[in-house]
């Protein structure tokens, strides 16, 4: 998650109570053409999973509130989503609203439709930088579009528009030279603010969800979104290992950004989730990572050092290795691993969530995977 200078920002608590909606956009348009290329429905992919019952117990307080268990037990905009959405997976609907009503009641506190990015429960103000994180917010329209889909909720889809209009007007430049380009956030990044912005994540273009916004917010391109973001991933091969880094300067010819460490790690590791929970990309897209993850250290995903190829840490957690295994079944249709069908009850968060949504997508995206 990006973390900019913070500001100064009302003081929050864990309220349980949801403010009223504020001004909202005009309705969607044309949302009958906007369907046609929308791509599977998510909701019930997952259904009353033993292990969907392991993770809300695990990760979710009775408030609503998405915990991150190795990370000083903060909340984010973006793990808000994500338990947005594996609640639409699960079909259940009343932890959904605890999670909604959580996450407008403490992190949309800016003047702004956008999420703050980081509530700290050991921090007064709970909320002390205002700025957004931008896939957290595309995470959060995101899973309100599919919970309108599913249930048939006009205020599901009321918000999920307001959001995606304010980060597609804020965070998306539809005109950079390269083609649509997606700032982490609206403070930091741009190029007005940094000598080698704007700089992108890849791993904030989370392509399975621009194929469902424009059920909300036709009027952007975001197919053009999805095609950019295919296209600086072929021109972010760093390196002998030919991986991305967290951090890209996308100034002129793609380059790590400076000042920040040029790791493939945490973050980007996600990168191959989304391009196959989408079905974009070419085989040749998925390789670098089926070659970092084929290897002999299986049990384990490494963080490489993009200037030599070499191992600096290893993410160790059993839920890592579902990334390894999507980006296989999408590259060739390796089968996904038994062992990684239910989760391991003393994971964190992070490897937990990216177990759940690798398998939500194998489901949706290639059910000959996960045949019994």
């Known amino acids: 998650m990006p973390q900019p200078a913070p500001q100064p920002a009302p003081q929050q608590t864990e309220a349980t109570t949801v403010p009223p909606a ?21 909701a019930n992919t997952l259904g009353d999973d033993a292990a969907w019952r392991a993770y809300r117990s ?19 905009s973006e793990g808000q989503g994500y338990g947005m959405l594996l609640a639409v997976a699960a079909g259940d609907r009343p932890t959904f609203e605890r999670i909604w009503g959580w996450t407008r009641a403490n992190l949309m506190v ?17 909320v002390s930088d205002m700025n957004n994180a931008t896939d957290g917010d595309i995470l959060v329209a995101w899973a309100l579009t599919e919970a309108a889909e599913a249930w048939g909720e006009p205020s599901y889809r009321t918000a999920a528009r307001r959001i995606a209009v304010e980060f597609g007007r804020k965070t998306i430049l539809f005109k950079d030279p390269h083609g649509p380009v997606l700032l982490p956030a609206v403070s930091g990044f741009s190029a007005r603010e940094r000598a080698d912005g704007p700089l992108i994540n890849l791993s904030y273009w989370v392509f399975p969800a621009f194929q469902r ?4 917010a036709p009027e952007y391109d975001w197919a053009s979104l999805i095609r950019s973001g295919v296209d600086f991933l072929r021109q972010s091969r760093f390196g002998p290992s030919s991986l991305p880094t967290e951090w890209i300067s996308a100034k002129d010819s793609l380059r790590p950004a400076d000042g920040f460490p040029p790791l493939f790690s945490y973050n980007a590791v996600r990168v191959p ?8 990309g070419r085989p040749e897209d998925y390789a670098p990572f089926k070659t970092l993850w084929g290897g002999i250290e299986r049990e384990r995903l490494p963080i490489v050092d993009t200037r030599d ?30 062992a990684l069908r239910t989760v391991q009850d003393n994971q964190n968060y992070y490897p937990a969530t990216l177990q759940l949504l690798s398998l939500i997508a194998a489901r949706m995206r290639y059910p000959s995977c996960v045949k019994s």
């Open 213 to 216: 916004l424009p059920i909300v």
């Open 110 to 126: 800016r003047s702004d439709e956008l999420l703050a990015w980081r509530w700290a429960p050991d921090h007064r103000p709970a």
């Open 273 to 280: 989730l989304y391009l196959a929970w989408a079905g974009v």
């Open 309 to 338: 190829g070499q191992p600096v840490e290893w993410l160790s957690e059993p839920g890592y290795m579902a990334i390894s295994a999507i980006t296989a079944c999408a590259a060739d249709g390796t089968p996904f691993p038994e």
């Open 22 to 42: 504020t001004a909202l956009p005009g309705p969607p348009r044309a949302e009958t053409s906007a369907r046609t290329d929308s791509g599977p429905l998510l």
């Open 58 to 76: 695990r990760f979710i307080t009775e408030q609503g509130r998405i915990v991150d268990t190795a990370n000083g037990l903060i909340s984010h």
